[in-house]
């Protein structure tokens, strides 16, 4: 089945794909990522739009036009077989009783839905590396916190809204923070930079 | 093989022509922002276009050769000292040993580019040697005693040029060609109207990642009714819009009706509404603008889109 897209301009070298839902947005990154014509520069997935920039010399805009009309959403099974990152998280945010509450839970119940679910990332956004992960539940939505931290350390582990996610190096946020783990999230030096992508699966192991 | 910084001046960075293909993990491609002025300095010393140059934020600088050297500057001109004779910019010029560039205040334009044959060689992040000012990727900005490494002579030889016509930057109104961006139907049909019709003015809180623009208050008898009325960009819709993909030219507005267009070093998403896309063509001019300079767009027309090509 195929949702309503609607292909939306973004000059000479772009455009963006908007769909209803993110879950849309999902199915249709996974095709989409997986047959990349040449001549397309970026994919950016975000919560209700693809955009696509192309190299017009090689892939003019009409044929990349059709490429984001025509491609069939895959079916949520490719799911299985994503790069799969299992981050261990202390759970010793600052905001972990404040999460419990606003949850009605109590703090071992929040992390144990943070551990138990399959998370992964729907698209990356704020800084370098910083992936927002999306689960298949509701349980885990709060909102970010009233007055956002001046600072965040890297590899803080939080939840706002729908998402969950991890810093990847330490700056401002707002995020509800409830773990850390020692994970190196973002490595410039590294031909493959940033450990979570769009598409990468990912779990949460509690350790001591 | 090197070059010594001697003054930095307000803001010089290393620049090439960027990392693209890496905004899906929250990296832009960054880059220079006159991308023909820094491939015509590199084509001018014999390098390949996409090699390291210096980027030099409104003159104010100087830097010694270390070892004998082929240099080009272009992009902003302004007086160009080589131990204190006169050079010529948008040549190549031979610097010995121990000489000394001056490079003064900019007269039109703001950004130099400084090439050197072999072009400037420090650390590859991700592809590119250059400095994203958001995302804080590559050399840190220049400070006086820093030292370049320059690369080996490439293959090709100096240009052996006598005079190479160059447009410098302009200094009045600059025209720029716009396409209609992905929320231009968030907008009234009046914002649209006033969005081309009216001349804008750089901020002087514009910088490499957006080029912040101001009404500019239109006189009366131009404007045919009170003097003063200042245009804004007003919105037909007013949700929240979820963040999506951003490029470099495109146009967001801010709450307050404010156009800022995106450049370089631009964020890779954002959430606020884009209501045009400055041609790729058009985009190297916004590198050059000075504050307060106006700035008027134009409707893009097929010739501006294969001009990008």
Not at chain 1, 11 to 30: I, K, M, S, T
Not at chain 1, 133 to 157: C, E, I, N, Q
Not at chain 1, 181 to 195: F, G, I, K, S
Request: one cysteine or more.
């Amino acid at each position: 089945m195929t949702a309503a897209r609607r292909i939306l301009p973004a000059g000479d070298r772009a455009l963006l794909v908007e769909l209803p839902h993110l879950d849309d947005v999902l199915a249709l990154y996974d095709a989409l990522d997986g047959a990349r014509p040449v001549g397309v520069v970026d994919l950016v997935p975000a919560s209700r739009t693809i955009g696509v920039t192309v190299d017009p010399a090689v892939l003019p805009l009409s044929v990349a036009d059709s490429w984001l009309a025509n491609t069939e959403p895959a079916a949520p099974a490719v799911a299985a077989d994503q790069r799969a990152v299992e981050l261990r998280v202390r759970y010793d945010g600052p905001d972990l009783a404040d999460v419990g509450a606003l949850l009605g839970l109590s703090p071992a119940e929040v992390v144990s839905l943070h551990t138990g679910s399959v998370w992964r990332v729907a698209f990356s956004g704020f800084a370098p590396g910083f992936g927002y992960l999306v689960t298949d539940h509701d349980r885990l939505v709060v909102p970010r916190r009233a007055t956002p931290r001046a600072s965040v350390p890297a590899g803080a582990v939080g939840l706002a809204g729908e998402f969950s996610g991890v810093y990847p190096r330490s700056s401002p946020g707002g995020w509800q923070l409830i773990g850390s783990t020692d994970a190196v999230l973002w490595d410039a030096a590294d031909e493959a930079p940033a450990l979570l992508s769009p598409g990468t699966v990912v779990r949460f192991v509690e350790v001591p | 093989m090197s070059l010594r910084i001697l003054e930095p001046g307000p803001l010089a960075l290393v620049e090439d022509l960027g990392r693209p293909g890496r905004a899906d993990i929250g990296v832009s491609s960054s880059g220079a922002l006159d991308r023909a002025a820094l491939r015509l300095g590199n084509r001018l010393v014999g390098n390949d276009e996409g090699c390291a140059a210096l980027e030099i934020l409104l003159g104010g600088f100087s830097a010694r050769f270390e070892n004998d050297a082929w240099f080009a500057v272009t992009g902003a001109s302004g007086a160009l000292l080589l131990d204190g004779l006169a050079v010529d910019a948008h040549l190549p010029v031979r610097a010995p040993a121990g000489s000394v560039l001056r490079i003064g205040a900019a007269d039109t334009g703001v950004r130099f580019y400084l090439a050197i044959r072999g072009g400037i060689d420090v650390t590859v992040v991700l592809g590119s040697r250059s400095s994203d000012v958001l995302a804080g990727l590559g050399p840190a900005p220049l400070r006086a005693d820093d030292v370049l490494p320059v690369g080996a002579h490439p293959a090709n030889r100096v240009g052996l040029v006598d005079f190479v016509p160059v447009d410098h930057p302009a200094s009045g109104t600059v025209s720029v060609a716009a396409h209609p961006g992905p929320r231009a139907d968030w907008f009234t049909e009046s914002a649209l109207s006033v969005f081309f019709e009216h001349e804008w003015a750089v901020s002087p809180e514009s910088n490499r990642v957006g080029t912040r623009l101001d009404p500019v208050r239109e006189p009366a008898h131009l404007a045919g009714r009170e003097p003063g009325a200042v245009p804004l960009l007003e919105r037909a819709v007013v949700d929240e819009l979820p963040s999506e993909m951003m490029v470099a030219g495109s146009v967001q507005v801010s709450p307050d009706g404010r156009p800022t267009v995106l450049l370089a070093d631009h964020p890779v998403t954002g959430g606020y509404p884009v209501i045009a896309v400055v041609a790729d063509a058009s985009l190297d001019l916004f590198a050059q603008l000075r504050p307060g300079q106006h700035v008027a767009f134009r409707h893009a027309s097929a010739h501006d889109s294969r001009a990008a090509g």
